[in-house]
Nanobody, 130 residues
Framework: VQLQASGGGLVQPGGSLRLSCAAS????????IGWFRQAPGKQREGVSC????????YYRDSVKGRFTISRDIAKNTVYLQMDRIKLEDTAVYYC????????????????????????WGKGTLVTVSS
């Protein structure tokens, strides 16, 4: 099982980026995928997730209405479309699958980066700066 995040970069406030998470060794319809981020000096936090059926998604409050998670089964890739980006979105973004995406991405708070075991991809850095 491997995950590889990409698509990060330097973006101005108000701009957009699309992050990709390419999965290998398993198929997206077998496991929920979560996006997490870690800002400098802060703990890793959950951002968004999508269920293995693709019919359920979750967003943390601070990104609701600005970020959109989606997936392409044929490409075995999950995307995080980031619009109206803010300075506070600066972080290394990771995708992951496993215990940290709880209940197949269901419930009020399904993402816990410190819970259980799973597979993390290498992160991709998003820097928001004017």
């Amino acid at each position: 099982v491997q995950l590889q995040a990409s698509g990060g970069g330097l973006v101005q406030p108000g701009g957009s980026l699309r992050l990709s998470c390419a999965a290998s060794g398993f198929t997206l319809d077998s496991s929920a995928i979560g996006w997490f981020r870690q800002a400098p000096g802060k703990q890793r936090e959950g951002v968004s997730c999508i269920s293995r059926g693709g019919d359920n998604t979750y967003y943390r409050d601070s990104v609701k209405g600005r970020f959109t998670i989606s997936r392409d089964i044929a490409k075995n890739t999950v995307y995080l479309q980031m619009d109206r980006i803010k300075l506070e979105d600066t972080a290394v973004y990771y995708c992951a699958t496993g215990d940290m995406v709880r209940g197949d991405c269901s419930g009020r708070s399904p993402l816990d980066p410190h819970y259980g075991m799973g597979n993390w991809g290498k992160g991709t850095l998003v820097t928001v700066s004017s």
